[in-house]
C-alpha cells in the first residue's frame, strides 16, 4: 500500500512552530533579558537543532532546510505585528537602495512592453546617456543572451543591469528606422535617485514640494529645493505628502526641524529597551520657521510622512489637507544577517507631540490590515468625514488646544473627498497598460523637435492635447486588446487629456513638469491653495508660543 506525499504546510509545520518559539526569547536574550529567558532561549534552540536534524535526516523525501528555514522565518515575524519582516539576501541589497538614495547600474529608466525593455529615458549624468542611449530604444541582449520575448520582470532586469560601480555590462539594442542592433559596452556607475520629485512655484508666493519618499538623502534635497523656492520669492509652502509611504524616520525629523520653532518637540518613541525610547525636539535654525504651511495627506501616506504631518499639527505650525492617513505608528531597526539578508524589526511605537500614537489596529490578517482602504473605501470614508469614528479616549489636544486623535492616522484638520467624477473603468484600462507607454514613447519620438524651445512653464500653459492623439491612444489600445469603450470614452475624455499631458511633459521634461500639470486634477491640491488663510492664521498663532519649551528639559539630540 502506497503512502500518501506529504504537503510542504505539513513539512513545513515542525519548523515553523520551532522558529516561532525561539524568535522571541532570540531577540530578548540579545538585550540581554534575565537568565530565565537565557534558559529558555537554549532549550528553544536545541528544539530546533533537533528538528531540523530529523528531517534532514529521516524525513521520506529530499527537502531545502534553507526554503524551509526562510518559511519558518516570515511565518513567525507574521505572529509579531505587521511591519517587522525578513529580506532574503538577494533581495537585501535592492531593498537597502530604495532607502540609500542611490545605486550602482546603467542608468536607465525602463518598462517592459510586450516583453521586450524599452528604455523610457536615459538618467541625467548617467552612463547610458553619454553613450547616447536613447527614448525607445529596445533592449534586445545583455551580456551576449537575448532576453527580449523571455517573459523577462522588472526583477530580472535588475539583476541584469545593476551592478557594482566600475563593472561592465554589455547591451545590444534595437533602435528605429536602424536596421541592425547597436552593441554599448556600459560601465557602471553610481546612479543617484531622487525622493524630491518636484518642487515648483505654484504662483508669486506660493511653494510646492512634492516628497515621494524618505531617503538618506531627502534633507539634503529638501533644503535645496527650499532655497531655491525662496529665492524665487516664496513666502508660502505646500508640502505634498501624498501616497508617501515613509522611510527614514530621521529625514522626517530634519525637516520638521527646518519649519518648527526652537525646541518644538517633533516625535518621541518608547520602546522595550530604553535605548529605543527618546524624545526629538526641533534645535537648529530652521529655513522656513515663518510663512504658512499646508501639507498633503491621504490613504496612502504612511509611517515617516505621518511623523512629519503629525508634528506640524500638533505644534499648529500649519494646516494638514486631504484625507485619513495609513496609521503606522510602529518603528523598525534594520538588522544586518550573516549570509546578507536583512531582518527589519519593530523596536518601538512613536508617539507624535501632543502624546497620540496613530498606529492603527492589527491583528494576525495582514493582508487585511495592509488592504485597509478597501474598508474605509466601501464604507464611506474617502467621501465623507462624517463617516470617520474616533474613540473619544483617545483624545489629545494640540500646542493651542485644537482637539487631534490617535488610534488610527493622521485626521486633516480640512478634509477633502476623493473625486472620481470623471474616472472610468476604460480609460483606467487603457492608461495603465502597455498602451499608453507606448503611444507617449512613440509620440516623443516622432514629435520632440517642436518642443525643444518650449519652456516647461510654456509646455503647461500652452501645449493642448487634441482629439487626433487620442484617437492614435485608442489605436494602440486596440491594438493591445482593450477595446475601446464610447460610453466611458466620452465621460472621461478631459481626464484622459490631462492623463496624457502629464506623463508626456514628464518624458520630455521632467517631474515638475508632470505634477503641474495632473495637479490640475488632484482635487487635495487644488483644495489646499485655497485654504492659505487658514494656514496664515494657524502660523500667526503659533508665532506666539515661539517660546514656549516643552514639559521636561532634556539634552538636545541630533
Excluded: C
Excluded at 51 to 66: A, E, L
Excluded at 338 to 344: C, Q, V, Y
Excluded at 450 to 467: A, G, I, L, P, T
Amino acid at each position: 500500500m502506497s503512502q500518501t506525499k506529504n504537503s510542504k504546510t505539513q513539512i513545513r509545520l515542525p519548523i515553523i512552530l520551532a522558529l516561532a518559539i525561539s524568535a522571541g526569547i532570540w531577540i530578548g536574550a540579545t538585550f540581554a533579558e534575565p537568565k530565565s529567558n537565557q534558559n529558555d532561549l537554549r532549550a528553544a534552540l536545541y528544539k530546533l537543532q533537533e528538528i531540523m536534524t530529523y528531517i534532514n535526516r529521516d524525513y521520506v523525501d529530499s527537502v531545502d532546510t534553507n526554503d524551509l528555514v526562510e518559511y519558518g522565518i516570515n511565518k513567525m515575524l507574521e505572529n509579531l505585528d505587521p511591519h517587522s519582516s525578513y529580506i532574503p539576501a538577494k533581495d537585501a541589497s535592492l531593498a537597502q537602495s530604495q532607502l540609500d538614495g542611490e545605486f550602482d547600474g546603467i542608468g536607465v529608466e525602463f518598462g517592459i512592453i510586450r516583453d521586450t525593455i524599452y528604455v523610457v529615458a536615459p538618467l541625467t549624468g548617467g552612463p547610458s546617456e553619454e553613450l547616447g542611449i536613447k527614448s525607445g530604444d529596445q533592449i534586445i541582449k545583455v551580456d551576449g543572451e537575448t532576453v527580449a520575448g523571455t517573459g523577462i520582470t522588472n526583477r530580472d532586469v535588475f539583476e541584469l543591469l545593476r551592478g557594482p560601480k566600475g563593472s561592465q555590462v554589455i547591451v545590444d539594442i534595437k533602435r528605429k528606422n536602424e536596421s541592425d542592433l547597436i552593441t554599448y559596452e556600459i560601465t557602471r556607475d553610481k546612479i543617484p535617485q531622487y525622493s524630491i520629485n518636484a518642487s515648483y512655484m505654484v504662483s508669486n508666493e506660493i511653494g510646492y514640494v512634492k516628497i515621494t519618499r524618505f531617503a538618506a538623502t531627502t534633507y539634503d534635497e529638501f533644503k535645496e529645493a527650499v532655497a531655491d523656492l525662496k529665492s524665487q520669492g516664496m513666502e508660502k509652502l505646500i508640502i505634498d505628502l501624498q501616497g508617501n509611504p515613509g522611510g527614514y524616520m530621521g529625514a522626517a525629523i530634519n525637516i520638521a526641524d527646518e519649519i518648527l520653532a526652537d525646541r518644538s518637540l517633533i516625535v518621541s518613541q518608547e520602546g522595550k529597551v530604553e535605548q529605543y525610547s527618546q524624545k526629538a525636539y526641533a534645535f537648529r535654525p530652521g529655513m522656513f520657521e515663518e510663512g504658512s504651511v499646508i501639507v498633503l495627506v491621504n490613504e496612502g501616506s504612511a509611517s515617516a510622512s505621518e511623523i512629519l504631518a503629525g508634528a506640524v499639527q500638533d505644534n499648529d505650525r500649519g494646516l494638514i489637507v486631504g484625507r485619513r492617513s495609513f496609521g503606522k505608528g510602529l518603528v523598525q531597526m534594520p538588522i544586518d544577517l550573516s549570509d546578507g539578508a536583512e531582518l527589519r524589526l519593530t523596536i518601538a511605537r512613536y508617539f507624535t507631540p501632543s502624546g497620540r500614537s496613530i498606529q492603527k489596529p492589527y491583528g494576525p490578517d495582514h493582508e487585511a490590515y495592509e488592504q485597509d482602504w478597501i474598508s474605509r473605501l466601501e464604507h464611506g470614508e474617502f467621501f465623507s468625514a462624517d463617516s470617520i469614528k474616533f474613540n473619544d479616549s483617545l483624545k489629545y489636544e494640540t500646542k493651542k488646544g485644537r482637539i487631534v486623535y490617535g488610534g488610527g492616522g493622521i485626521m486633516p484638520d480640512f478634509f477633502v473627498p476623493l473625486d472620481t467624477t470623471y474616472s472610468s473603468a476604460y480609460v483606467s484600462r487603457l492608461f495603465n497598460s502597455d498602451s499608453s507607454r507606448e503611444f507617449i514613447l512613440e509620440y516623443t519620438n516622432q514629435n520632440k523637435e517642436q518642443f525643444s524651445e518650449m519652456s516647461v512653464d510654456e509646455y503647461y500653459k500652452e501645449f493642448e492635447v487634441n482629439d487626433a492623439m487620442l484617437q492614435e491612444l485608442i489605436k494602440v489600445g486596440e491594438k493591445n486588446e482593450i477595446a475601446y469603450d464610447a460610453e466611458d470614452y466620452s465621460k472621461s475624455k478631459d481626464y484622459l487629456k490631462i492623463l496624457v499631458k502629464a506623463h508626456l511633459g514628464r518624458q520630455l521634461y521632467d517631474d515638475d513638469a508632470f505634477y503641474m500639470v495632473i495637479n490640475d486634477i488632484n482635487e487635495v491640491y487644488q483644495q489646499a491653495i485655497r485654504l492659505f488663510d487658514e494656514a496664515d492664521r494657524i502660523a500667526m498663532a503659533s508665532d506666539l508660543s515661539n517660546e514656549e519649551k516643552p514639559e521636561e528639559e532634556e539634552e538636545e539630540e541630533e
